[in-house]
């Protein structure tokens, strides 16, 4: 299995900005077509699991939009083979440090986001 092919890379991480600008301008549409359309993706949140696309679109479009902005601090994205891919990052949020993990696959319609996490640490 070839990890890090250039042109994958360039794909996901592509796809992880188009996410990474729509979380911070509230594009709840981009943000939903970027999950996969699927009762099996899962988004674990702050303070939410969340279970299925209809779940993770409903959380989406009731949150509160304000104060989402933050300042991503380091980023590691990995592409095994040409369908499959991570994407972690680290970031600060109003005086506190997050992290987010996805799982990335590509799928017909484009890479979609199949598992997430996100969560701050203690401190």
Do not use: C
Not at 18 to 27: K, L, S, W
Not at 42 to 65: T, V
Not at 94 to 101: D, H, L, V
């Amino acid at each position: 299995m070839e990890i890090d092919n250039p042109q994958v890379l360039a794909e996901v991480s592509a796809a992880f900005q188009r996410y990474q600008d729509a979380i911070i301008e509230n594009d709840v549409a981009v943000l939903n077509e970027l999950f996969r359309d699927d009762p099996r993706t899962i988004r674990y949140g702050i303070g939410e699991n969340l279970y299925g696309h209809a779940a993770i679109a409903g959380y989406r479009s009731a949150r509160n939009p304000a104060s989402l902005a933050r300042v991503e601090t380091k980023r590691v994205v990995t592409a095994y083979g040409s369908d499959y891919a991570t994407t972690n990052i680290e970031f600060t949020r109003q005086g506190k440090i997050g992290r987010q993990s996805q799982a990335w696959v590509r799928m017909p319609e484009g890479w979609r986001i199949v598992a997430a996490h996100v969560s701050y640490m203690e401190g």
